[in-house]
């Protein structure tokens, strides 16, 4: 069973745009939803996390912004750079299951000069 | 930091032989670590649960005697793929969670296991 969906499969972006992914969870004890980004033939790399007791965080040039009674949230990368190129995953886990972690699909960012 | 390495990088066997994965955190002692299986253009599968001086929780649909998996240490696991063959071809990922840490877990770079 899906527990985690992920939209866009894949995104392009101009350098300089802003690029959103969403994600919707179904588990409602999910109390931990990470981002990770992901080169190809590499390990994901943690990019930012939020937990359910804020509606939004913000590091640097990406923002999670988390909507609770939706069961939804998302990704936001201002100011999208080329090197910012990957695929993203989101994730989610709850602290009494072990924080075994949920991924979504994936989203395969590519961002263009 | 927090650094995961993972040996060997990649990895080429015969179908029938075995293949160990070695997982290290580098620079912290991690009670948990966590092994899981990608294929291409496809997202992680979490195979299993590993914890120090315990045995793995394997996840449903994963074979526990095909996949063996031994965390020895507070820095080490490892998983140890038994009798390969070519649908065993894929990307492994170990994840390893800090002792004390509630939810962050920080991944390795992987391992390109390829059964021929």
């Known amino acids: 069973q899906q527990q985690v969906k992920q939209s866009p499969q894949s995104l392009i972006v101009q350098k300089g745009g802003i690029s959103i992914i969403n994600c919707a969870y179904e588990?409602?004890?999910?109390?931990?939803f990470p981002w990770y980004q992901q080169f190809p033939g590499k390990g994901p790399a943690l990019l930012i996390a939020?937990?359910?007791?804020?509606s939004e965080k913000k590091e640097g040039r990406f923002t999670i912004s988390f909507n609770k009674s939706a069961k939804q949230f998302s990704l936001h990368i201002m100011d999208s750079q080329p090197g910012d190129s990957a695929t993203y995953f989101c994730?989610?886990?709850?602290?009494?299951?072990?924080?075994?972690?949920?991924f979504g699909t994936g989203t395969q960012l590519k961002v263009e000069l | 930091g927090a650094v995961v390495s993972q040996h060997p990088s990649w990895v080429i066997c015969k179908s029938g032989t075995s293949v160990k994965i070695e997982c290290r955190s580098l620079d912290f002692q991690a009670t948990t670590m966590f092994w899981y299986r990608q294929f291409p253009k496809q997202s992680l599968m979490l195979m299993a649960t590993s914890n120090e001086g315990s045995k793995a929780t394997y996840e449903q649909g994963v074979e526990k005697d095909k996949f063996l998996i031994n965390h020895a240490s507070l820095t080490l696991s490892t998983l140890t793929v038994t009798s390969a063959h070519p649908e065993d071809s894929s990307f492994y990922i170990c994840?390893?969670?800090?002792?004390?840490?509630?939810?962050?877990?920080?991944f390795g770079p992987g391992t390109r296991l390829t059964v021929t």
């Open positions: 994730a989610a886990s709850k602290g009494g299951g072990g924080n075994k972690l949920t």
């Open positions: 994840s390893a969670k800090r002792t004390g840490s509630s939810y962050e877990q920080y």
């Open positions: 588990n409602t004890a999910f109390d931990y």
């Open positions: 939020i937990r359910p007791d804020v």
